[in-house]
């Protein structure tokens, strides 16, 4: 008995987490690899400048800064909780100014700091979570008083306006669910619960009509092409304006087929693989350029490792993701406090809705929305809140046994 004592206030990292890691980050090597070695400008640049390497380079710094979280107590992180809250607010504001924040793709949502490209709002979903869990951490008694639900919602709506009007939809959609989980796991009453997603989902289907079937002019303001990626995904023709001619006519089809290239080009991917796949680099969607080499890397990582490890390569990314959130669950489950169980579920919330959308991006059961795939997609900022992340998760297990 006395043994079965010291092993519990023994500190350990979850090695099956541990273990799943390790193998999501060889694939990412792996595959980025696969993904950008496929053109001769590419496998003649210079090592520095090649994704695959840059990419390990961000692993070792996320390991070290994951490293770096677990050496203090979780409990004590949170006590600067709001500071680390409205930094990150005053950062993804910074994002949107003319000179601060540069545009790619259309959106406003990095920093140029020269060595890389900083995205706020990676970093945003961390600070809003570790700041929801230390306001949800308070007695029970006050988590059933209407004001500090509101409060709770008020602390979600701010950093969703900020990074919607960069624009990026798919970064302000993962903080609802991860929203929701934390504030059924903190234990607010279920009717508020019950409420917020009966408004939340009377409001996405009005969206929706809106998207789908509101004349021009009634329209809710969209970016164009976010507009055009949701017609694609629900298979909506592009409406021509009133007295549009035929040529006009034609101009939109063609676009709509040309909008809906990367899903399609993904899709085949994904079924071209087969069982066991056509083998690591003889990926011929990728090679040949069909699945477009500017996001094969990075938000369709799954449709290169799908085509090139097949069925059996799928279910091995699916079991390490299981594995990683199985276990998230768990350490979320042994928590001995609120604020650690609240700070855990919502780290597997938000890496769950990561792999989720983005692995319905692949298969074509979610509209495009560039959200990157944890640890695989390439990416320092994506790869960097991914292990820091993971590190607050292992912090939970490690300092519970102090509790």
Known sequence: MFEAVLNEKQARVDRLQAVALAGLMLLGTAFVYSATMVTE????????????????????????????????DYRSLARWSLVIYWAALLLLIAVLIPGIGSIRFGARRWIDLGVFQFQPSEFAKLAFILALAHFLSRPADELRQPRNFWKAMGMTVLPFVLIMKEPDLGSALVLLPTALAMLYVAGVPKRFLLRLMAAVGVLGALFLVDVLFAPPHWQIKLEDYQRRRLLVYFGAEYAPPPGATRAEIERLRKQQFDDSH?????????????????????????????????????????????????????????????????????????????????????????????????????????????????????????????????????????????Y
């Open 41 to 72: 400008a590419a496998r003649t640049a210079p090592l520095y400048e090649q994704s695959w390497l840059r990419q390990v380079v961000w692993y070792g710094i996320g390991i070290g800064a994951a490293v770096g979280v677990c050496l203090v």
């Open 262 to 402: 990367n899903v399609r080009q993904a899709l085949i991917s994904v079924g071209s693989g087969g069982l066991t796949g056509k083998g690591w680099r003889q990926g011929t969607q990728n090679a040949l350029g069909y699945l477009p080499r500017a996001v094969a890397h990075n938000d369709f990582i799954f449709s290169v490792i799908a085509e090139e490890l097949g069925f059996v390569g799928s279910v091995l990314v699916l079991a390490l993701y299981g594995a990683v959130l199985f276990t998230g669950i768990r350490i979320a489950g042994q928590a001995r406090d609120r604020l650690g169980r609240v700070l855990a579920a919502g780290i597997v919330a938000l890496l769950f809705s990561h792999v989720f959308i983005n692995l319905g991006m692949n298969i074509r059961i979610m509209p495009v929305t560039g959200v990157p795939l944890p640890l695989l997609s390439y990416g320092g900022s994506s790869v960097l809140s991914s292990l820091i992340a993971i590190g607050l998760l292992q912090n939970v297990n490690l300092y519970r046994k102090t």
